[in-house]
């Protein structure tokens, strides 16, 4: 058949997960946590599931979930949201984002996104008939060259797509970026599609988010998972906080791509929110320590850290070790020294020559990040 992603395979994440279980290799490439999540989520879960939470939730989401989104939104970013009107709970933040750009992008828009970029973004657009212009991020600051923003957007740029703590690089992004965005796009008929999922995950620097912006974000889609910060991807639990107008839109997708999302783990999850509420504040600690600890036990091998500011991913160049390229390095780390690794170019359209990096997922238990990396040290 005519496939209307000819250049689409199976992602990376599937590969490498299915090749680490394969060749029984520490996984440290699909992004997953290996540790449970707080016993008294997953037990309101179980309570939820047998007190009869099982049937469709309202399309928009539960209210009480909403309403504990607000109130982490407040919290957080000293920004009050119409739970009613401005939040729209969705499985995951994948169908978040899908819905966003599929309300968003006409036929022949073009798409604004950095490279690297997260995989799912291009596929969308191709879809919704949109155009993707790359912005390049150059290694190792990957900051965003807002001049060479300025020169691609056109009459036909329609959306920039934008991801903070950055995936697969691990960079924040500053105010000044939030306050140069807006510069160029303020006088143009242009939405912003925050990807946030990791706004929790950030280190030493202060990440920024569009909720602080209070123009930006009134032509912005912002978008996060509970995937992320309550380490339950699986539960595929996400959110859009969108003015009204963008809301309404993207809730006409939403209503037919899955209509609502799980019921009982919405119920939960607005539950613990309630409940505990500073374990969202805990994250960036939380995740610092293993950031720290798979760095020092890497210290010392003929690996380059790169820094890594938030998201649980660390990147490693690895041009003092092997001339192969990143794909067959990540082969080799699986087949030969027991570790699975994401190559960094898969997220490029244009991937820099020469540049070798692999990402490393630190989302694991402290004893499996020592573990990779004394058999990656060996190197
Ligand atoms: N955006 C980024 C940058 C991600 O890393 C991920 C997933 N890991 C997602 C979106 C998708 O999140 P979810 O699993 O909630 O769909
Ligand atoms: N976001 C995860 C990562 O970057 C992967 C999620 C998926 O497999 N689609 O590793």
Same mark, same amino acid.
């Given at each position: 058949?005519?496939?209307?992603?000819?250049?689409?395979?199976?992602?990376i994440?599937?590969?490498m997960?299915?090749?680490?279980?394969?060749?029984?290799?520490?996984?440290?490439? @699909?992004?997953?946590?290996d540790?449970?999540?707080?016993?008294?989520?997953?037990?309101?879960?179980?309570?939820?599931?047998?007190?009869?939470?099982?049937?469709?939730?309202?399309?928009?989401?539960?209210?009480?979930?909403?309403?504990?989104?607000?109130?982490?939104?407040?919290?957080?970013?000293?920004?009050?949201?119409?739970?009613v009107?401005?939040?729209?709970?969705?499985?995951?933040?994948?169908?978040?984002?899908?819905?966003?750009?599929?309300?968003?992008?006409?036929?022949?828009?073009?798409?604004?996104?950095?490279?690297?970029?997260?995989?799912?973004?291009?596929?969308?657009?191709?879809?919704?008939?949109?155009?993707?212009? *790359?912005?390049?991020?150059?290694?190792?600051?990957?900051?965003?060259?807002?001049?060479?923003?300025?020169?691609?957007?056109?009459?036909?740029?329609?959306?920039?797509?934008?991801?903070?703590?950055?995936?697969?690089?691990?960079?924040?992004w500053?105010?000044?970026?939030?306050?140069?965005?807006?510069?160029?796009?303020?006088? *143009?008929?242009?939405?912003?599609?925050?990807?946030?999922?990791?706004?929790?995950?950030?280190?030493?620097?202060?990440?920024?988010?569009?909720?602080?912006?209070?123009?930006?974000?009134?032509?912005?889609?912002?978008?996060?998972?509970?995937?992320?910060?309550?380490?339950?991807?699986?539960?595929?639990?996400?959110?859009?906080?969108?003015?009204?107008?963008?809301?309404?839109?993207?809730?006409?997708?939403?209503?037919?791509?899955?209509?609502?999302?799980?019921?009982p783990?919405?119920?939960?999850?607005?539950?613990?929110?309630?409940?505990v509420?500073?374990?969202?504040?805990?994250?960036?600690?939380?995740?610092? @320590?293993?950031?720290?600890?798979?760095?020092?036990?890497?210290?010392?091998?003929?690996?380059?850290?790169?820094?890594?500011?938030?998201?649980?991913?660390?990147?490693?160049?690895?041009s003092?070790?092997?001339?192969?390229?990143?794909?067959?390095?990540?082969?080799?780390?699986?087949?030969?020294?027991?570790?699975?690794?994401?190559?960094?170019?898969?997220?490029?359209?244009?991937?820099?020559?020469? @540049?070798?990096?692999? *990402?490393?997922?630190?989302?694991?238990?402290?004893?499996?990040?020592?573990?990779?990396?004394?058999?990656?040290?060996?190197?």
């Open positions: 058949i005519a496939s209307k992603l000819p250049n689409v395979g199976t992602t994440f599937t590969k997960s299915a090749l680490a279980a394969e060749k029984g290799a520490i996984n440290l490439s @699909q992004g997953f946590p540790f449970p999540a707080d016993t008294r989520l997953l037990e309101r879960a179980s309570q939820a599931l047998l007190q009869g939470n099982n049937q469709y939730s309202p399309m928009t989401g539960l209210p009480i979930l909403r309403d504990a989104i607000g109130d982490l939104i407040a919290r957080h970013y000293d920004r009050k949201v119409d739970p009107n401005e939040i729209t709970v969705t499985s995951g933040a994948s169908e978040a984002i899908f819905d966003a750009i599929s309300s968003l992008v006409h036929p022949g828009d073009e798409v604004l996104l950095f490279d690297p970029a997260y995989d799912l973004y291009e596929p969308a657009v191709q879809l919704a008939g949109g155009v993707c212009k *790359r912005v390049v991020l150059k290694a190792p600051a990957f900051r965003p060259d807002w001049t060479e923003v300025d020169t691609l957007v056109s009459d036909k740029t329609r959306l920039v797509l934008i991801n903070t703590p950055h995936n697969p690089t691990g960079t924040c500053q105010n000044e970026d939030l306050e140069q965005l807006w510069q160029i796009i303020s006088t *143009r008929d242009i939405h912003v599609l925050s990807d946030e999922v990791y706004e929790f995950i950030h280190f030493q620097t202060k990440s920024v988010s569009v909720h602080q912006h209070e123009l930006l974000r009134e032509r912005s889609v912002i978008v996060s998972s509970f995937g992320k910060s309550f380490h339950l991807t699986g539960w595929k639990v996400g959110y859009v906080v969108a003015p009204s107008a963008l809301t309404r839109e993207l809730r006409k997708v939403h209503q037919f791509v899955t209509f609502c999302t799980a019921t783990f919405q119920q939960a999850i607005a539950e613990h929110l309630n409940e509420p500073e374990a969202s504040a805990e994250l960036a600690g939380f995740y610092q @320590q293993k950031r720290d600890v798979l760095r020092q036990a890497l210290e010392g091998s003929r690996f380059t850290l790169l820094p890594c500011e938030g998201t649980y991913f660390q990147l490693l160049d690895y003092a070790i092997s001339d192969l390229d990143d794909v067959a390095f990540c082969e080799h780390l699986i087949e030969q020294v027991g570790v699975a690794a994401i190559p960094v170019s898969v997220f490029y359209q244009n991937p820099p020559t020469g @540049q070798k990096l692999i *990402r490393l997922c630190f989302a694991k238990d402290e004893s499996t990040l020592i573990v990779a990396a004394q058999q990656l040290a060996q190197l």
